[in-house]
């Protein structure tokens, strides 16, 4: 199986300080990455280079088999490539309806077109298939997204990408802030899209929520990854060793060994 994402020898400067250091990645079809580090490890930046926030000084980004280079997260998501940041990009004073379609709104034609006033009932009723289609329900998607839960508002950012037909999905601390039931449900949509076929990349401090759902998981320490392991066959506290850079795989033709 040929990886839909393929990152070769990416290099990201800041001045003199390198960001991120000569990193490969490959993301597969319906499977969960996660991308694990502590602050300061490279990971927030490296998906920066793959959605067209930065532009990496090196390296290659191959997207379904193409050479890529996004210069602004709107070629990205125009390929496919949809990213949920911690702040999830939504309009508050808006309804459900109007975030999904949020940049994308649809219009009525009226007097022949002389007026273009916004379609709002058709972009809620497609709000509303999108939700359905991942089993959320909303008793109201009239409301202001101000006045859901944080849960509810990573449904809608998750819905908007799936609908938008997304076919790669990076997150970024998604059950950050959120309540135990929330983060359970955030979680369930996360295998959804697995199940669906549509590969996440997870970053996540929250060690728990990087084994209940993820496959493999890439640790990254100082800009450089420092291993690549299946979930399954790691512990949290040899992750945790790998994060804080006590261990690395990188060196010495791949042997593991200690760097403290």
Same mark, same amino acid.
């Given at each position: 199986m040929d990886p839909i994402l393929s990152i070769r020898g990416m290099v990201k400067r800041f001045g003199g300080l390198v960001a991120v250091n000569s990193v490969d990645l490959d993301v597969y079809p319906g499977e969960v990455v996660a991308l694990l580090g502590d602050n300061g490890a490279g990971k927030s930046t490296l998906i920066k280079c793959v959605s067209g926030v930065h532009q990496a000084d090196e390296g290659s980004i191959d997207f379904h088999g193409q050479r890529v280079n996004f210069s602004r997260p709107i070629d990205a998501q125009r390929q496919g490539i949809e990213t949920i940041y911690q702040d999830l990009a939504l309009a508050n004073n808006l309804d459900v309806g109007a975030n999904i379609f949020l940049g994308r709104e649809v219009q009525k034609r009226v007097l022949g077109g002389l007026f273009r006033p916004l379609n709002d009932q058709y972009m809620l009723d497609e709000a509303k298939a999108a939700l359905d289609a991942l089993e959320i329900h909303f008793p109201?998607?009239?409301?202001? /997204?101000?006045?859901?839960?944080?849960?509810? #508002?990573?449904?809608?950012? /998750?819905? #908007?990408?799936?609908?938008?037909?997304?076919?790669?999905? /990076?997150?970024?601390?998604?059950?950050?802030?959120?309540?135990?039931?929330?983060?359970?449900?955030?979680?369930?949509?996360? #295998?959804?899209?697995?199940?669906?076929?549509?590969?996440?990349?997870? /970053?996540?401090? =929250?060690?728990?929520?990087?084994?209940?759902?993820?496959?493999?998981?890439? !640790?990254?320490? #100082?800009?450089?990854? !420092? $291993? %690549?392991?299946?979930?399954?066959? =790691?512990? $949290?506290?040899?992750?945790?060793?790998?994060?804080?850079?006590?261990?690395?795989? $990188?060196? %010495?033709?791949?042997? =593991?060994?200690?760097?403290?």
């Open positions: 109201n998607l009239a409301q202001p /997204i101000e006045s859901l839960s944080g849960g509810q #508002r990573q449904a809608v950012a /998750i819905a #908007r990408a799936v609908y938008w037909e997304a076919k790669m999905m /990076i997150m970024d601390e998604p059950t950050n802030n959120l309540g135990v039931p929330e983060q359970r449900k955030v979680l369930e949509l996360i #295998r959804k899209l697995r199940d669906q076929g549509v590969p996440v990349v997870l /970053i996540s401090h =929250t060690l728990p929520d990087v084994f209940a759902v993820s496959d493999r998981l890439i !640790v990254m320490h #100082r800009g450089r990854k !420092v $291993t %690549e392991k299946k979930t399954s066959e =790691t512990d $949290t506290q040899e992750v945790v060793q790998y994060m804080v850079g006590a261990l690395d795989d $990188t060196h %010495e033709g791949g042997e =593991t060994r200690g760097t403290a």
